[in-house]
Structure formats: C-alpha cells, structure tokens
C-alpha cells in the first residue's frame, strides 16, 4: 500500500498521525487480549524473569496489559501473557517440576 503524504498540510500531517497512533494502540490492546484469552484466572502458569529460574505460581488476575501472577514462594508478578504458559502436573508446592505446555511458541 503506498499513501502519497507529500501534498499534506502540517495540520492534515499531524491529524493522520494521531490516527495511526490511535490504530496502533488498538491493534497491540487486540493482541494483548487474545493473549491473555489463552488462559484463566486460577490457572497454573510458568514464566522465566531474565537472569533468574522459572517461576510457577497461579493466574491471579488480569489487568490491562500484563496478568497478576502468585508464585508458590507468596511472590505477586504483573507479566506480560506472551510470556507465560501453560503448566499441568504440578508434582509438590517445593519442586518446581512441572510439564511446561507451549503456547504461540513458548516453552
């Protein structure tokens, strides 16, 4: 798609770039939705903080842009839903041996 800008007064420059931003955010609410819709409050869930070891805990809440995560230690996390995923067979509360289940590509 090509869109010719160059005849654009600055008033007409700056109204479609409001709009665009205005898209933009709508299209990363939708996906930042149909992420979270993967999974449900309650939920056993897995996410790896950089430089630290897997974290498993339970889907507490959902908030605007990330979800409320517990972890087993009383840890509370706000996480991204890209970035968790489905555990099953959790064996005790102090061994965090799990089956991961991937989900859009995780582990």
Do not use: C, Y
Not at 50 to 70: A, D, E, S
């Amino acid at each position: 798609m090509k869109i010719n800008i160059d005849n654009l007064t600055e008033d007409e420059l700056i109204e479609l770039n409001h709009k665009i931003v205005e898209r933009l955010k709508f299209l990363e609410t939708m996906h930042t939705h149909n992420e979270m819709m993967q999974f449900n409050p309650g939920e056993q869930v897995a996410f790896e903080p950089p430089g630290r070891k897997r974290q498993i805990g339970t889907l507490v809440k959902f908030n605007k842009k990330t979800v409320t995560i517990t972890t087993e230690n009383r840890q509370k996390w706000n996480v991204s839903p890209g970035l968790i995923s489905k555990i099953k067979n959790i064996k005790s509360k102090t061994n965090n041996t799990a089956e991961i289940i991937g989900i859009h590509g995780n582990k």
